[in-house]
């Protein structure tokens, strides 16, 4: 029930339409909340103490799970520490209030703290490493700790472990429910709750954007690092509730509690159950634990076979885990087409005001270029990927560069947006010398980018694909964003991965748009385009200049593209530009035919 | 004088058996992209089987040690091909490619709990087969050689293999791009399950020769397998090469500490150090540092 309250009450701080948590996911989430009261209720009413217990435990699991949910879904790190993060949090409350005698409060608070030291030592390793290489340092780090409480064996009583005393928690609240259920249920609940809001929130988007791609997040001013520690956070705050959490309900602990099999488990409660639901952990910790544990307790000696038995087979079946299994055969005996709809991006467009591009136009010197590039070089090993280059785009102009592969072309790209760091040359943006600034200051400084393979999170609507870089700070009184907040409900309704490729395309420049940017830089846009798609992405390109003043820079191979929608064009070659003008005036130079002699045709 | 050799040996023995692993795990890695977290457990499988079978330690039988040897490798061959072709099975349809993370896990576990049904949660007491050389006034077992030549052979083998083979080169193809040897027209799922077999036969062979070195327990498969790790991204993920010069180096490290701070220091030893290589360099000693694609 507090949950609804905190559902209500904070939309009204923002706009009528955000929601705490998005619709759609409000029925799982109130069946996730009402599978977790059911399972410690059940037990409670029927006074099957043994149930109980496992169903406490199970929820204590779930708290550390939900975490990792968040932290392996949202933010896609792969962690095998957090068995550890809680086997610290849990230790050190046991020893502060079974050997130390501090009080119990003082010794949850303690708990927690180391809990969360541990995972901030764990989450270290994510700013340098990722994927597999950082799920094997956590492992190493999960797979050490028992072996710390041994070393340290005097303080840590390892061999015996320790135990700790029930408290004032364990008294009972009303009817035959004691303190420590009812915190335990509302931990449960609450990381439930937490789930659903991370999932909702542009804040959980910016961890998506920020962990499937770094170059993507830095070139939206997103700084990839310290959203990747903010999620480490928020599992360890999980993983080191789960921690206390364990000590008060199960009075003991020993190094053995602590090992690798408890992140293990963890990771396989999330990957198992259904990564990225709300639901899915619980279904994890059900197949993985109440299932084999206590269910099937009269196998004991089997536990572990169907433990993995299990955990391949559902992975086997169901590569999304048991929920999105689950939803996956609903949705096809449904047969109900998934709201789909284009998005018109070049006609929401088209609609600006006249007045919209000169009111950009005005800023800065007039007749300087919006960016200079001067004498750019940048070698990668033996090869010399750009030599000395120098281009200048001008304000309000599509700006092409064209060459043959492996001429430097999208390296030129990565060093005006900041990916690539030059060995000389510099690059002024606006009149500023931006060169020491890297891609996440240039993207505030109004360089937006889009990519080669677009970035696009199928799972989330338009909109939320749209909306995942850094809250702008003020009112927002450019044009294009009011226009964009305009379509905001209808591209909510439509879900990412009915999109052709085509309007990936736009949903991706539409992404770059809502940042305002000033110059726009595309790798080779019309890539897998079809000839239609093509003709759009041209009136796209004219239409986004005509209506927000912003500059186009392009990479592209599609000459015809090229040829209708570029202002100027630039031939790259062997890391120089070779020439720059009108596609009218370099149409006959010999360097152009040269370079494009299979084309019969050039049009103009 | 005496303790500094001790430890020179031994670790250069357990260091080889761990370049034995890395290796095994960088012939999969190579063919199919997949950290094969159960190559512990099949080290495991290794030396149960040598313990079963091998004349001295059961008491039973009196095969000649060749025949232990060969019989030994084909089952952990065998083993190893069948859990492959179980790992590779839901990549080919599923559309997360990293449902091997979970499988190779699940397999370790499984093959963890038949292991413990057949011989029991203990730590197996594998004789030494060959005998003892003099060295600098203590006697060192002929296996710690047997492992370290074991370890160089293997590496020469590989990369014979490799060269001169179509299958070899074919293998080396798709540690290039997966995807162009599919357009190329490599059937790769057979290949991909012949890493496993050539990675089951390498830990075959490390399980006979290595169990005394390194004192065969199930309870210690996850530690074998990222001990083996580490190795490998010491030197470089991939590439064979620098687990020979890592995995003796390592070996050594860990057991000095292990005999000036006890056993209990080995792991946080070896947490320390893959923390500071993938700090310093993440691309490992050897490796080459792939462009990331923009």
């Known amino acids: 029930m507090a949950s609804r309250a905190s559902t209500e009450r904070a939309p009204a701080r923002v706009t009528p339409t955000r929601h705490l948590v998005r619709p759609e996911l409000k029925r799982e989430l109130w069946l996730s909340i009402a599978i977790v009261t059911l399972a410690v209720a059940v037990p409670l009413v029927a006074g099957s103490t043994y149930w109980l217990q496992a169903m406490l435990l199970a929820n204590v699991y779930l708290v550390a799970a939900s975490g990792l949910n968040i932290l392996r879904s949202q933010a896609e790190q792969m962690s095998f520490g957090q068995g550890a993060v809680l086997g610290v949090s849990a230790y050190t409350m046991a020893l502060a209030v079974g050997v130390w005698g501090l009080s119990p409060l003082n010794g949850v608070l303690l708990g927690f703290t180391a809990g969360m030291m541990a995972g901030l030592l764990m989450s270290l390793p994510s700013l340098r490493v990722q994927g597999y290489y950082l799920g094997l340092v956590t492992m190493a780090g999960a797979l050490a700790l028992p072996e710390v409480f041994f070393l340290f064996e005097d303080q840590t009583r390892a061999t015996t472990g320790v135990n700790v005393l029930p408290s004032a928690i364990n008294d009972i609240a009303f009817w035959q429910v004691d303190w420590l259920t009812i915190v335990i249920l509302a931990c449960s609940i609450g990381s439930l709750v937490l789930t659903g809001v991370v999932r909702s929130s542009r804040f959980g988007r910016q961890l998506r954007v920020a962990g499937a791609s770094p170059e993507a997040a830095a070139t939206l001013g997103l700084r990839s690092g310290r959203l990747r520690l903010l999620a480490f956070g928020l599992a360890s705050v999980c993983a080191s509730l789960a921690g206390v959490l364990y000590v008060l309900l199960i009075q003991y602990v020993a190094p053995g509690s602590f090992t690798l099999s408890l992140s293990i488990l963890l990771y396989f409660v999330v990957v198992i159950g259904g990564a990225g639901t709300i639901a899915g952990p619980i279904a994890g910790v059900v197949v993985l634990y109440v299932v084999p544990e206590v269910g099937l307790v009269s196998l004991l000696d089997y536990r572990l076979l169907i433990y993995g038995a299990i955990a391949y087979t559902v992975i086997f079946l169901m590569p999304d885990g048991v929920v999105g299994g689950l939803r996956r055969i609903a949705s096809s005996l449904r047969k109900k087409a998934e709201p789909g709809g284009g998005i018109a991006l070049a006609a929401l467009l088209a609609n600006a005001p006249p007045a919209g591009a000169p009111a950009r136009a005005g800023t800065g010197e007039t007749g300087a270029p919006l960016l200079k590039a001067e004498n750019l070089s940048a070698r990668f090993g033996r090869v010399q990927a750009l030599d000395g280059i120098s281009i200048e785009i001008g304000r309000g102009e599509v700006h092409a560069i064209v060459g043959p592969n492996g001429s430097g072309k999208t390296t030129l790209l990565n060093a005006l947006s900041g990916l690539v760091t030059v060995d000389q040359g510099t690059v002024w943006f606006n009149g500023e010398d931006i060169t020491p600034v890297n891609a996440g200051g240039r993207a505030a400084r109004g360089l937006g980018r889009t990519f080669q393979t677009p970035r696009v999170f199928s799972d989330m609507t338009v909109w939320e694909n749209v909306d995942c870089g850094p809250s702008r700070k003020g009112a927002s009184t450019d044009w294009i964003e009011k226009a964009l907040e305009g379509v905001r409900a209808q591209w909510d309704g439509i879900a990412a991965h009915t999109l052709p490729h085509g309007q990936r395309r736009s949903l991706e420049i539409a992404r770059a748009l809502h940042r305002a940017p000033t110059l726009l830089a595309l790798d080779e846009p019309a890539a897998g385009l079809s000839p239609a798609e093509r003709q759009e992405l041209s009136s796209l390109l004219r239409a986004v200049v005509a209506a927000t003043g912003a500059s186009v820079v392009m990479v592209e191979h599609d000459l015809e593209l090229v040829w209708n929608a570029a202002d100027f064009i630039s031939v790259v070659d062997a890391g120089k530009v070779l020439v720059t003008g009108r596609p009218a005036d370099i149409r006959h130079m010999p360097e152009i035919r040269r370079l494009f002699a299979g084309v019969t045709d050039v049009p103009g | ?294």
């Open chain 2, 1 to 294: 004088m005496d303790e500094a050799v001790i430890i020179l040996i031994r670790g250069i023995g357990s260091g080889a058996v761990y370049t034995l692993v890395a290796m095994s795990l960088n012939v999969i890695y190579n063919a199919t992209g997949v950290l094969n977290f159960a190559q512990g457990q099949l080290l495991v499988v290794a030396g149960v089987f040598t313990y079963l079978w091998y004349p001295d330690s059961s008491g039973t039988g009196s095969l000649p040690w060749i025949a232990v040897l060969l019989a030994v490798t084909l089952v952990v061959t065998l083993v190893a091909a069948l859990q492959g072709w179980l790992t590779l099975l839901p990549m080919r349809s599923g559309s997360d490619q990293h449902s091997w993370i979970v499988t190779t896990i699940a397999a370790s576990i499984v093959i963890g709990a038949v292991m413990i049904f057949v011989i029991g949660p203990r730590t197996l007491a594998l004789k030494n087969p060959f005998g003892f050389f003099p060295l600098a006034g203590t006697q060192v077992p002929y296996v710690y050689l047997a492992i370290s030549v074991l370890a160089v052979v293997v590496h020469l083998a590989l990369r014979w293999f490799q060269r001169r083979y179509l299958v070899g080169l074919a293998l080396n193809a798709l540690s290039q791009d997966l995807d162009a040897a599919r357009t190329a027209g490599i059937s790769t799922l057979p290949l991909q399950v012949l890493s496993f077999a050539i990675a089951g036969a390498i830990l075959g062979l490390t399980g006979y020769l290595g169990g005394h070195v390194i004192g065969v327990a199930e309870s210690n498969a996850l530690h074998y397998v990222i001990f083996g790790f580490i190795v490998a991204v010491v030197g470089g993920l991939g590439n064979n090469t620098g687990a020979l010069v890592a995995g003796p180096v390592f070996g050594v490290l860990l057991m000095l500490v292990s005999f000036q701070l006890g056993g209990s220091a080995e792991i946080p030893l070896a947490l320390a150090v893959i923390v500071i290589v993938l700090m310093l360099r993440p691309e490992g000693i050897f490796g080459r540092l792939h462009a990331r694609r923009v």
